[in-house]
């Protein structure tokens, strides 16, 4: 008879723990650090009666030495927390990060060997009084190296600031890095079996998420048998493992999926059928394959939504600028196929460029999405004074090319003209999201760098497609008016688009930025005009100021830019913008939204930004309209409402989670069912009929 050593390994941690106390103490005589010393940080030392506050166990294991998860698999014992609460605080569930197997002898543990954060939510009651409120918890958890375990205990404790509501909040931005650790949450049920021995579980897991040696931790002891090994098969659209059973007493099972290296999913599974279909998980050769067809599906939506972007009011004043470079050059058939080519040259360049950047971030950890330079206040500035100076150029304030500024690469004629009319459009165009573009971007995520470049250069061919298509066939050609005296008002009138962007732009200023900084900032600006119209007045006189002048613009941008206010106060201006709507809404965070769908209650989640039109175009005529807010109050549901005006990197994280790289994002998680993702278009129907229960499935997408 062989002897089971995980057996022993059992007995001999129970002996530990029996032990602790005397080791702890030894270990706090002796001055001893500990083995996996805890830190209890908070991601607000700030919060506000009946908010949540998200707490973390900071564990950093000594080399050689691990954690364990809240299962431990074989051998191990779990962490726990013995919380002392100030009256009606409550401390939620512990979330862990996706943990690691540790196979030894046979004996399988479910560990974390490095850095790793228990995160855990502490809510306070509505009637918590402004002032100091102290935390404090002992927790014991387990230390073990290959060798040998050490039983080690703690009492943290942490005093925070109850503050009144509207009160200043900065977070800890450790704790992003402590949540991207976490596993999502899957939202679909899976489903398991046993017999024979084997436990089999099919998990719904679309087909072109990539998976890296998965494995499946089980959170229920007595069901599956640590130490076998774990088999996986494609069966479209599911994932099914089979695996060595210990039993068959459970019902409903939770646990965690791992794709990759501290990525997974949760999930919950019930007892049913589970057929081992499918074939083996992808090779390479056919994730190739995969990603071929989608890189192809993800061209097709690029070009047809940035074709579509022409339509969108934040592209109109930039092409307002190619209209007049191809109403002075009338029939010319070699000046407007020259123009076309390097106008698409600039708009390809500069979407390719961003899109380089964007993955370049993303690359390095940042959590950045599509139009992710719109968040900063001192571009939208930069942008801002181009944008002015551009329209009193039609106005005919001042004459180019002989001011050194933006505008004047946008002005001259002939091919560099066309080429920076061209970049500036796609630089402008990036707040729109018209249809098509969302699953094109999205797809961005997935896809090799090389392939996503592909994408976000097909996006700009496709905004440059309706020039091509008039440069190269004559018969749109043939209908271009000649050049004549009715020009000169042609061009004045494009300069009312030109403000009307501006003052678009302004308005998005004053949003992230407040009335007072923005007041400052105008200043800056009229300095801008001022100088414009000083140099067009030397014109008429026939003076030449070209150099003077640029070197004073320069200094009023810079100086506008420097006058903007530093990230607390834009912090507290994104909270004072948080205002009374016909649909009253909270924060969204996935810790509020998992909370809200474990109570039952139906939520619509959506994502927004200042600068997105499409977003503000929704909310206009769909989401804050009486009628939706009446349909949502009758039917309890719940509003969550994520601001993306400024980087917010738990945002993105979640926008890139359901395939989006970025704005806008609605999402409807009805009671016990899969989340839907709702048109990027919105109607007062779409709404109102979908809490009604009668939208019709063909309208939404439940690839999550």
Known sequence: MTFDFRILAIMLAFVALAVAPAADAQNRLGNTELNVPATLLAESQTVEAGQSVTLAFHMQPKPTWHGYWENPGDAGIGMSFDWKLPTGVTAGKPQFPVPDTLLISGIMNYVYKGDYAVLVNLTL????????????????????????????????????????????????????????????????????????????????????????????????????????????????????????????????????LKIADHTGFSFSATKGEVAMTGLPLASDGAKSEGNATLLFLALGGALLGGLLLNLMPCVFPILSLKAISLAKAGGNEAEVRRDALAYTAGVVLVATALGAILLGLRASGAAVGWAFQLQDPRIIFVLLALVTAIGLNLAGLFELPNVNFGNKLTQRDGAAGSFWTGALAAFVATPCTGPFMAAALGATIVLPPIAALVIFAGLGVGLALPFLLLAFVPAIRSRLPKPGPWLDGFRKAMAIPMFLTSIGLIWLLGRQIGTDALGLSLVFLLTVALILWWFGGGQMKGLSRGALTSAAMVAAVIGGIFALPGEDAMNSQKLANTSAATLPSEPFSETRLSELRASGQPVFAYFTADWCITCKANEAAAIQRSETAEAFEAADVAVLMGDWTRPDPAISRFLEKHGRAGVPLYIYYGPGKEPMILPQILTVATLTELVNGSLQSAMVDQSL
């Open 125 to 256: 009651p509505k009637d918590a009084r402004p002032g100091p409120l102290p935390i404090s918890v002992k927790s014991e958890w387990l230390s073990c190296t290959d060798e040998i375990c050490v039983p080690e205990q703690d009492e943290l404790s942490i005093t925070l600031q109850v503050v009144a509501k509207g009160g200043a909040n900065r977070l800890d931005e450790r704790f992003d890095g402590f949540r991207a650790a976490l596993p999502r949450p899957l939202g679909s049920e899976a489903r398991f079996a046993v017999s024979d021995g084997l436990f089999r579980l099919s998990v719904p897991l679309p087909a072109n998420v990539d998976i890296d040696k998965p494995y499946f931790f089980i959170k229920e002891d007595g069901l599956v048998d640590y130490g076998a090994p774990q088999t996986f098969n494609r069966d479209g659209d599911r994932l099914i493992l089979e695996t060595g059973a210990r039993g068959d007493e459970l019902d409903t099972i939770t646990g965690v």
